[in-house]
């Protein structure tokens, strides 16, 4: 019973209940929200961000960050179209990028793990060497000449209806990702280092090898989002997916993962991607600006740690309370 | 009693000297590439060169200190390039609307509405016990989206403004610019007051051990606020140097501004784990990233190199706080076998 109202009242449900809410409500309140065009626009907008909040679940689950993974997105989408523009085939040019993203990452990864370095002043530096890399790589030109079939798959829908290709891709992922997390002695061992990184060390547990692979499978999969980024707007751009890192940061947390590390769930955080790309599709489609939905998204990002802070105080007090008046009695 | 002098005498002079090499490291990479830079170029050295360059380092540095404040607590501030746009679109306003208002209100509107955004933030990290990470990166996007739903699109141009606003940012005393000149005195104020006054090595301390900051009687709360007010104080005047040296000022004003005045505060020496570097380090930091842009056109070299360079310093500096953390942590565990 106490096992069930605690999952009730945990944040994941709190921020799962309420992304159904808004589905709900935006679907029957406002106009168009609920078609099947919208359907696969929504899907399409949250593919990057859900898609790279996978591996970053991952990290900050370990009590670990990886902020360059935007930029990590920006080069892959510039190297493809120099790739391109130099004749190599599509269907290496694909395997290639989502190579060069684990390349990036294994660097982050090293600089982490081989030499202790703090993941958020690292990963800080690499967001700006690797958006430099890519201007260096593409400057400020665009390649937009990619084959048809590719960028076609991308934007389709399955036989032409409203569910698009790339559903099966994250539906795939999430699956992976989330069974890893939360099925596996793998997926067990990342919450334990990020509860306490030496008792995990101690139990035997490979910490910098695990974060190292977490930081390269981070790269690979924000490379395979920097393919699809310039297939979808068949554009390959060094400035593609720039602030993406933020976006995607905002919604593992909203999804109720704590940033020490050691707490939090998979559903959580695709609840909160969703919950973030529909209000935004949803106001959108009222014409309100994109910008002034910022203010909600940082508001609900603060509130998913401040509530639960001041529930556990309130709590506290409670507890306090209780036990004083016992001591009368 | 020689002994115990020479012992005494040493051991600040060996600490101070490592804490030294990193100042000075900064110190002759600037020198390196403006003498390399000056060789190949000599108009590099010219007055106007070295004005553009110190101007446009004046805004970074400003904002720099303040980071480097928050980050000595072992916190961190994200917010300060939407505090920056709140702050420049409201005085842009604020002296469209009234041209007639001295500049020196037009400082203090800014000063004021960037110590409000900064005391936000120290609430929800003090006494919302929210990591400061996640604070101003909420603040970023809230702040944010505030001067884009009050600017809606609109952008106060040059020409509406008042044209002692806009002088204000050429203006010089004794050929110094006044950007310059406050840059310097709040780079070199805020230095002083961390170094040398109570406050200033109390912040040190919480950012070297909260809990035995806490347990030592340091009155934790007030300081850390302080600190965000100051970063948020700092960004605020920014706001106001950028709106009367850009003259046209949208909601988009200082977006992203947040990654180089982190660069700059990590680059000048301030670690991130807080408790150590120096806030004049990170003006230094500020006025080397601004160096390498200029050199960058002067030398010709592609200027999309700039930004990969700015990441590659980043890594090298934290590369380098780590070697000496280790050979500090080294050199303590030696002397502790002896005792």
């Known amino acids: 019973m106490s096992e069930v109202r605690r999952r009730l009242a945990s944040w994941d449900s709190i921020i799962i209940l309420l992304t159904v809410l808004v589905l709900v409500t935006a679907s029957f309140g406002v106009p168009n929200f609920g078609t099947g065009r919208n359907f696969t626009f929504l899907v399409l907008d949250l593919l990057p961000i859900l898609l790279v909040a996978l591996p970053m679940t991952f990290i900050i689950v370990t009590g670990e960050i990886d902020l360059s993974v935007a930029s990590t997105l920006g080069l892959t989408s510039s190297l493809m179209g120099w790739f391109w523009n130099n004749g190599l085939s599509i269907e290496l040019i694909i395997p290639l990028c989502v190579l060069v993203g684990a390349v990036l990452g294994a660097f982050n990864g090293f600089l982490v793990t081989g030499l202790g370095l703090p993941s958020l002043a690292v990963t800080i530096g690499t967001l700006a060497l690797y958006r430099g890399l890519a201007f260096v790589v593409l400057g400020d030109g665009a390649v937009a000449d990619f084959p048809w079939n590719y960028t076609g798959w991308v934007t389709g829908t399955i036989g032409g209806g409203a569910v698009p290709n790339v559903l099966i891709l994250i539906v795939a992922l999430a699956l992976i990702f989330g069974v890893v997390l939360h099925a596996t002695p793998f997926g067990r061992s990342l919450f334990a280092i990020g509860a306490n990184a030496q008792a995990a060390h101690f139990s035997g547990i490979r910490v910098a090898r695990t974060k190292f692979w977490l930081y390269v499978v981070s790269g690979a999969v924000a490379g395979l989002v920097g393919v699809l980024w310039t297939l979808r707007y068949s554009s390959a751009r060094a400035d593609n997916g720039s602030g993406l890192e933020l976006a995607v940061v905002a919604a593992v947390l909203l999804g109720g993962v704590s940033i020490f590390g050691g707490r939090g769930s998979l559903p959580g955080v695709l609840a909160g991607v969703v919950l973030l790309a529909a209000l935004q599709n949803a106001l959108r489609l009222q014409d309100v600006s994109g910008q002034a939905l910022n203010i909600v998204t940082g508001a609900l990002l603060v509130l998913s740690v401040l509530l639960p802070n001041i529930a556990t105080s309130i709590r506290a007090s409670w507890h306090r309370r209780r036990l004083r008046q016992a001591a009368a009695h | ?339």
């Open chain 2, 1 to 339: 009693m020689t002994a115990a002098l020479a012992t005494k005498a040493k051991r600040p002079v060996s600490l101070s000297g490592l804490v030294k090499t990193r100042e000075l490291g900064i110190i002759l990479a600037l020198a390196a590439l403006v003498v390399v830079t000056a060789v190949s170029n000599p108009r590099f050295l010219s007055g106007q060169s070295v004005r553009d360059i110190l101007l446009n380092t004046a805004i970074l540095a400003v904002m720099a200190a303040g980071q480097a404040v928050v980050v000595i607590t072992r916190n961190i501030d994200l917010s300060v390039g939407s505090v920056l746009g709140l702050s420049a679109f409201t005085v842009a306003t604020m002296m469209s609307a009234n041209p007639g208002l001295p500049m020196i209100v037009a400082i203090l509107a800014a000063l004021a509405v960037g110590a409000v955004a900064g005391l936000v933030n120290g609430v929800l990290v003090r006494f919302g016990r929210v990591p400061a990470l996640v604070v101003t990166l909420g603040t970023l996007y809230m702040f944010r989206g505030i001067t884009y739903s009050w600017a809606g699109g609109q952008q106060v141009n040059a020409d509406e403004l008042p044209r002692h606003f806009l002088q204000f940012a050429n203006a010089s005393i004794l050929g110094v610019p006044w950007l310059v000149l406050i840059a310097v005195v709040v780079v070199g104020g805020v230095s002083l007051i961390m170094r040398n006054y109570r406050v200033g090595r109390e912040l040190y301390a919480i950012g070297s051990s909260p809990p035995a900051a806490e347990l030592a009687g340091i009155r934790v709360a007030r300081n850390l606020l302080g600190a965000f007010i100051v970063s948020g104080a700092l960004a605020g005047l920014a706001g106001v140097l950028f709106a009367a040296r850009f003259g046209t000022v949208d909601a988009a004003a200082g977006n992203g501004y947040e990654l180089n005045v982190v660069a700059a505060v990590v680059v000048g020496g301030v670690a991130v784990f807080g408790g150590s570097g120096t806030v004049w380090g990170a003006g230094l930091g500020a006025l080397l990233l601004t160096v390498i842009g200029s050199a960058l056109a002067v030398l010709d070299i592609n200027q999309f190199w700039q930004q990969a360079i700015v990441g590659a310093l980043i890594l090298l500096a934290i590369c380098a706080d780590r070697l000496v953390a280790v050979r500090i942590a080294r050199s303590l565990r030696k002397r502790d076998s002896h005792v």
